[in-house]
């Protein structure tokens, strides 16, 4: 609950920031450019939907985004050229960014320490043999 409250937060503070610095963002209204399953490639497949659809690329920010948090790189392009006409996509989409990528490093962290060392878990099952002591 903490971290969704912090993303509410942060996303305020980011659009009333942009609005006084005053960057210029674009109208273009999402509807009429793609479709509902872009929005399910992207949210599932990030990488493989940057490179595969007919989303601008290309510069050196794009390529460090795309490598290393493309779920951050489709948030801020969908907020340069969707907020003004669809703010509640954008907003689903940086909601998408903090929730998958927390979620992700999760299992992810999970999944290496548990592979890594002879560590018991749960779900192990110790087999004992049972002897008389006499």
Request: charged content about 15%; glycine content about 8%.
């Amino acid at each position: 609950m903490r971290n969704l409250l912090l993303t509410f937060v942060s996303l305020c503070v980011i659009s009333v920031v942009i609005g006084m610095i005053g960057v210029n963002l674009l109208d273009h209204n999402y509807w009429n450019y793609h479709g509902a399953f872009l929005l399910v490639f992207l949210t599932l497949f990030p990488r493989l939907t940057l490179l595969f659809s007919s989303i601008p690329f290309g510069g050196f920010f794009w390529w460090l985004g795309f490598v290393f948090c493309p779920r951050y790189l489709v948030a801020l392009l969908a907020t340069f050229n969707y907020w003004n006409a669809n703010p509640f996509l954008v907003t689903l989409a940086w909601f998408v960014v903090i929730g998958g990528e927390g979620t992700e490093k999760y299992y992810i962290r999970r999944q290496v320490y548990y592979s890594s060392g002879n560590q018991l878990r749960d779900d192990d099952v110790i087999d004992v043999k049972a002897e008389s002591l006499d």
